[in-house]
């Protein structure tokens, strides 16, 4: 219970000083970060710290057919920095569909990464570094 209330207010964090979402029925948005979504603070800790831990973290990466599964630690400090990349990482990369989840008795935690067309290169470029680690 701990956990889940530190993963939501870690999340109202990262989205505090964020530029107002889209409403649902907006034009999609098209395959580039937005950068400025984020505040200055917000953008530095995202792309700066919250990236390159995440990078150093993964442990298995797998491929799916409209994206890719990032697997984590479970502990809770790797969940809480995925969950706080992943609420920086929708607002200024809308166009991820965007999916945390914990395999039951204990097991892997993952983060998913995918999207409509497209989505899955934009990854395979984007997250490079992701991918030599």
Do not use: Y
């Not at 298995?60 to 969940?79: C, H, K, S, T, Y």
């Not at 995925?82 to 983060?111: Q, S, T, Y």
Request: charged share 30%; hydrophobic share 45%; proline share 4%.
């Amino acid at each position: 219970m701990k956990l889940l209330i530190s993963i939501l207010i870690t999340l109202a964090g990262a989205l505090a000083g964020a530029q107002e979402a889209k409403p649902a029925n907006a034009s999609h948005s098209g395959l580039a970060c937005d950068r400025m979504a984020l505040d200055a603070a917000a953008r530095k800790r995202h792309f700066e710290e919250l990236g390159p831990a995440l990078r150093s973290l993964h442990k298995q990466i797998r491929e799916l057919p409209n994206g890719f599964d990032f697997e984590f630690p479970a502990d809770a400090a790797a969940v809480q920095k995925v969950a706080e990349w992943a609420a920086g990482e929708r607002l200024c990369c809308p166009f991820f569909d965007i999916d945390l989840r914990f395999e039951r008795d204990r097991g892997a935690f993952w983060l998913r990464l995918t999207g409509r067309e497209g989505v899955k290169e934009f990854i395979r470029t984007d997250f490079a570094a992701w991918f030599r680690s």
